[in-house]
């Protein structure tokens, strides 16, 4: 069972600077995709970048030159560095982790499957 735990969002101006962390446990074999989403409000939650156990990763265009997702895997830490912060950048960040041993689904096309984990989550919000 993998339980993801996520910190280090808070409340900057536009042009700040965040970064938030996931820490992991359990199931190390279960999170060899992993991911940050977010949701704001009243729209529908949405992949904003993954990595891979490789190393390989991916980006919403949204977010391309201005986030960057990286791991410890000695500490069993997701990052993502958020530059540049924009109004619409305000949401709920969610850490995810995806099991995609054997399957047909795609970390770097953001298709997670249906064996995910997920935080609960920590807001960020840009303002003005």
């Known amino acids: 069972q993998v339980q993801l735990a996520e910190s280090g969002g808070g409340s900057v101006q536009t042009g700040g600077s965040l970064r938030l962390s996931c820490a992991a446990s359990g199931g190390s074999d279960e999170r060899n995709c992993m991911a940050w989403f977010r949701q704001a409000p009243g729209k529908p939650r949405e992949a904003v970048a993954t990595i891979e156990a490789g190393g390989s990763t991916q980006y919403a265009d949204s977010v391309k030159g201005r986030f960057s997702i990286s791991q410890d895997n000695a500490k069993s830490t997701l990052y993502m560095q958020m530059n540049s912060l924009k109004p619409e950048d305000t949401a709920m960040y969610y850490c995810?982790?995806?099991?995609?041993?054997?399957?047909?689904?795609?970390?770097?096309?953001?298709?997670?499957?249906?064996?995910?984990?997920w935080g609960q989550g920590t807001q960020v919000t840009v303002s003005t």
């Open positions: 995810a982790a995806a099991d995609l041993f054997r399957s047909q689904n795609s970390c770097g096309r953001f298709d997670l499957g249906s064996r995910v984990s």
